[in-house]
């Protein structure tokens, strides 16, 4: 369990809770009516808001009352658990559906917001040139194991990335000459563009970072990714970075005392090691079965080592995932899903009020009849990354990719702990092992600034935004990139 206040919150500060916990809807509304939206949020001795509450004790109206004064779906109670979680291991689908849709749609207008408003007002106008593979001293393993060469280059809010991966077929990878256009100032159906040169097609990609439309085009990928949640165990993971360490990398025998130099691209670069960065896993599955579960918790590290993102489903996961559950009907208003088992708790089978919020309850009594089945793990993760001195990039602008990389978590003491430990200079190589036998590597080669960030008036989290702070004009060395990079070509046609 994470670790919760101690020390009882005053019963007169949990109003809404009350009202929840006693299955009071018509004075929950007429309460919600007299505050400010979005301020129904409090938690209480056990890190539970009033939404999590009413979705653990089935209190369908209540969760109603709630979602509509702007109750947010994403926060852990003390023991780490989302109200989507709770409502996942419930069964109660209809609600689960619910609360996923709005958590989806505002992850995705955060992202949004933080790559094409923050992130790009922040970064010079630049022409960089990358590479990435993954490689394997296992012979066989390496041989379908990818990699590529790309080049983007950044003016203003526009982005275009050249790359030559276009996918995988026949025991292959498929090669070509590509290029996507991501235009800040576009639709969000509009704002990513992929160009395929030699046949000179075009084709809008539906953007991952665009809020997300239940559309007649996007149903399919819907209904299979609602169908793997909901059949899969609930996951829950924290980062510690209290020991987090930097230390340089030497070369040479016995211990030699020369640091370890990285000849990359253009770049000599020092080269470090961060490590003990830990990831903690708790996993609930009591509403999957077991042998469904067993193949889900082999796959637990795997998420982790590869970035923190769900592996690729296999067919057969896919098809069991299929018949396990059927997810709801997309539409424009949330359709209710079919398989609900969970129903509204009597406030008889509860104990007492005062005794809840009291925080005398123990753990098995909180859950308020739900048993949960929580396996943990923990992850200890070190890359080793290289530095150059001579490449201009402040620190926060590019630890700000964090927020891209969970826009639900609040990652202020991470990135902190992060610009306090590591070296002067530009990491333009990292290395990490994603699988025991598998290890990534990301070069940046060259890198030549065209024009200083944007002036940006946007107030951040962590502190003064680094673009109203001097620049020294002699870093800006390349050539102003054409504005015609950034569009579709006029001879190009759709696919």
């Known amino acids: 369990m994470v670790e919760v206040n101690d020390a009882s919150v005053p019963s007169e500060n949990l109003c809404l809770h009350r009202y929840v916990y006693m299955d009071e809807p018509e004075l929950l509304k007429r309460f919600l009516q007299t505050m400010r939206f979005g301020s129904c949020n409090a938690q209480d001795t056990y890190g539970n808001t009033p939404l999590h509450l009413a979705v653990m004790l089935g209190r369908s109206d209540c969760i109603e009352h709630l979602l509509a004064h702007g109750a947010r779906v994403d926060i852990r109670n003390g023991w780490g658990w ?21 958590m989806r749609t505002s992850d995705q207008e955060k992202a949004e917001r933080l790559f094409f408003e923050d992130f790009l007002t922040k970064v010079p106008d630049a022409d960089i040139d990358l590479e990435w593979e993954l490689h394997s001293w296992v012979p066989f393993v390496s041989r379908f194991l990818p990699s590529d060469k790309c080049r983007v280059r950044k003016k ?20 070509g000459d590509i290029s996507f256009l991501l235009d800040g100032s576009r639709l969000f159906d509009e704002k990513v563009v992929m160009l395929d040169h030699d046949q000179k097609l075009y084709e809008c990609v539906t953007s991952q970072l665009a809020p997300f439309q239940l559309s007649e085009v996007d149903s399919a990928q819907f ?22 360490s930097c230390v340089p990398n030497y070369s040479g025998w016995f211990n030699s005392e020369q640091q370890k130099v990285d000849q990359v691209g253009q770049y000599r670069a020092k080269s470090f090691t961060l490590s003990n960065i830990v990831v903690e896993s708790q996993s609930r599955h009591e509403h999957v079965c077991e042998s469904k579960y067993s193949n889900a918790l082999a796959n ?42 969970s129903s509204s708790t009597s406030s008889a089978q509860l104990p007492p009020w005062n005794a809840y919020c009291s925080g005398s309850l123990k753990s ?35 630890l700000s990719l964090l927020d891209l990389l969970a826009p639900r978590n609040d990652l202020t003491a991470l990135r902190e702990a992060l610009a306090s430990k590591v070296p002067p200079g530009f990491p333009v190589q990292v290395e990490a092992a994603v699988f025991p036998t598998v290890t990534a590597k990301l070069r ?12 940006c008036h946007h107030e951040l989290d962590w502190g003064t935004c680094p673009c109203s ?25 759709p696919a």
């Open 82 to 102: 989302t109200p989507i979680d709770e409502a996942i291991c419930r069964k109660n689908s209809t609600v689960a559906y619910k609360l996923w849709h709005i």
């Open 156 to 175: 203003g809010n526009r982005v275009r990335v050249d790359m030559s991966l276009k996918g995988f077929q026949d025991f292959g990878w498929l090669r």
């Open 223 to 244: 209904d299979l990714e609602w169908s793997l949640i909901a059949s899969s165990p609930v996951i829950a993971l924290r980062i510690l970075h209290d020991n987090i």
């Open 300 to 341: 637990i590290l795997g998420l982790l080592h590869s970035s923190l993102q769900a592996p690729p489903p296999t067919p057969d996961a896919l098809s069991e995932a299929s018949e396990s559950s059927t997810p709801p009907s997309p539409s424009t208003t949330p359709a209710a899903p079919t398989r609900t088992r």
């Open 364 to 398: 098995k009594a909180l859950f308020f009849g739900c048993n949960p089945a929580v396996k943990r793990k923990s992850l200890n993760i070190s890359f080793s990354v290289s530095f150059a001195e001579d490449v201009f990039f402040p620190v926060h602008v590019y």
């Open 444 to 455: 940046i080669t060259r890198i030549e600034y065209t024009q200083p960030p944007m002036l």
């Open 469 to 493: 702070q001097a620049v020294d004009p002699s870093v800006f060395t390349g050539a102003e990139l054409d504005d015609d990079l950034f569009f579709i070509p006029l001879d190009y046609s």
